[in-house]
T-cell receptor
Framework: QKEVEQDPGPLSVPEGAIVSLNCTYS??????FMWYRQYSRKGPELLMY????GNKEDGRFTAQVDKSSKYISLFIRDSQPSDSATYLC???????????FGAGTRLAVHP | DTAVSQTPKYLVTQMGNDKSIKCEQN?????MYWYKQDSKKFLKIMFS???????INETVPNRFSPKSPDKAHLNLHINSLELGDSAVYFC?????????????FGSGTRLTVV
């Protein structure tokens, strides 16, 4: 079992839809939870970062972490074609931690 | 003024060759990383250096050898390249290895072994 599980999709939605992306993790020591966005042939860029449980909102993006169920979510409101990319969830524990990535979900938002 | 830059961007080489990938960051970060992304987009850490000291060394064949001449540079040398080494290699850096919120990735080196 991978430490971070993520459905690779692809996920195709119409412009303006609300998108829900999810991951589960198995390591109880994880404290840091991130979402990265990766456009084709580019490096991942940090989209959202959460420490421990809770919600975090940034514009059209909301990240949620539920440590009791080991569930990580990213919601995208009013999705745009420019949101079309691969979204990677990642988790880490403390110390000189390494990021453990999910497989990435490919999202396509069509006009 | 690219934050994390890798060279080359593309690398096509024959099996058995030795090649190097270079990485430089101008963010003043203390920690640098090499990640490998396979054809299914799965990103996995290979190495991490903090202030030129190796701190993470995952189960990677010893044909792969990282070198950090200073904290702004982390190079990756690969000996005796194999077909299975074909992947995209990403360099990343962060200010403090103890925090996971500040990773900046380079744009990747697409390695194809033929």
């Amino acid at each position: 079992q991978k430490e971070v599980e993520q459905d690779p999709g692809p996920l195709s939605v119409p412009e303006g839809a609300i998108v829900s992306l999810n991951c589960t993790y198995s390591n109880s020591a994880f404290q840091y939870f991130m979402w990265y966005r990766q456009y084709s042939r580019k490096g991942p860029e940090l989209l959202m970062y959460t420490y421990s449980s809770g919600n975090k909102e940034d514009g059209r993006f909301t990240a949620q972490v539920d440590k009791s169920s080991k569930y990580i979510s990213l919601f995208i409101r009013d999705s745009q074609p420019s949101d079309s990319a691969t979204y990677l969830c990642a988790s880490a524990s403390g110390g000189y931690n390494k990021l453990i990535f999910g497989a990435g979900t490919r999202l396509a938002v069509h006009p | 003024d690219t934050a994390v830059s890798q060279t080359p961007k593309y690398l096509v080489t024959q099996m058995g060759n030795d090649k190097s990938i270079k990485c430089e960051q101008n963010l003043g970060h203390d920690t640098m990383y090499w990640y490998k992304q396979d054809s299914k987009k799965f990103l996995k850490i290979m190495f991490s250096y903090n202030n030129k000291e190796l701190i993470i060394n995952e189960t990677v064949p010893n044909r792969f050898s990282p070198k950090s001449p200073d904290k702004a540079h982390l190079n990756l040398h690969i000996n005796s390249l194999e077909l299975g080494d074909s992947a995209v290699y990403f360099c990343a850096s962060s200010q403090d290895g103890a925090r996971a919120d500040g990773y900046t990735f380079g744009s990747g080196t697409r390695l194809t072994v033929v």
